[in-house]
Nanobody, 121 residues
Framework: QVQLVESGGGLVQAGGSLRLSCAAS????????LGWFRQAPGKERGFVAA???????TYADSVKGRFTTSRDNVKKTVYLQMNGLKPEDTAVYYC???????????????WGPGTQVTVSS
C-alpha cells in the first residue's frame, strides 16, 4: 500500500510558476513509477507527466517545455515544476504510483487526494 499526499497548489497569474510536491509513505518508493494527472471541471482526468525509478520522464504534449517532473527517492517525494502557466492548466492535480506507468491512468494503483491549481488570466 502506498499513501500519497500532494501539496503546493494555489492561485497564480498566467505566466507564473508553481511547484507541486507529492510525498509517499512507502518504503519501496523507488520501485514505483510516479505520474502526474489533472482533471478540470467537466473533463476526464488526463496525463501530465511521469517519471521512472531511474529518472526517465515523459510528458503530455500540452506541457512539454513548461513542466518538469523530478523525484527524490531518499525523501520519497516527487515534484512537478510548472512554469509558464496558462488558464487552461487550471485543474485538480493528482500524483499516482504504479509498478508500470506511462500515460495510461489504469496503470497506476495508488492515488493522492489531489491539489487545486488555478491560473487566472
Amino acid at each position: 500500500q502506498v499513501q500519497l499526499v500532494e501539496s503546493g497548489g494555489g492561485l497564480v497569474q498566467a505566466g507564473g510558476s508553481l511547484r507541486l510536491s507529492c510525498a509517499a509513505s512507502q518504503r519501496t518508493f523507488s520501485n514505483y513509477v510516479l505520474g502526474w494527472f489533472r482533471q478540470a471541471p467537466g473533463k476526464e482526468r488526463g496525463f501530465v507527466a511521469a517519471i521512472t525509478w531511474i529518472g526517465d520522464t515523459t510528458y503530455a504534449d500540452s506541457v512539454k517545455g513548461r513542466f518538469t517532473t523530478s523525484r527524490d527517492n531518499v525523501k520519497k517525494t516527487v515534484y512537478l515544476q510548472m512554469n509558464g502557466l496558462k488558464p487552461e492548466d487550471t485543474a485538480v492535480y493528482y500524483c499516482a504510483a504504479g509498478r508500470s506507468g506511462g500515460s495510461d491512468k489504469s496503470a497506476y494503483a495508488y492515488w493522492g487526494p489531489g491539489t487545486q491549481v488555478t491560473v487566472s488570466s
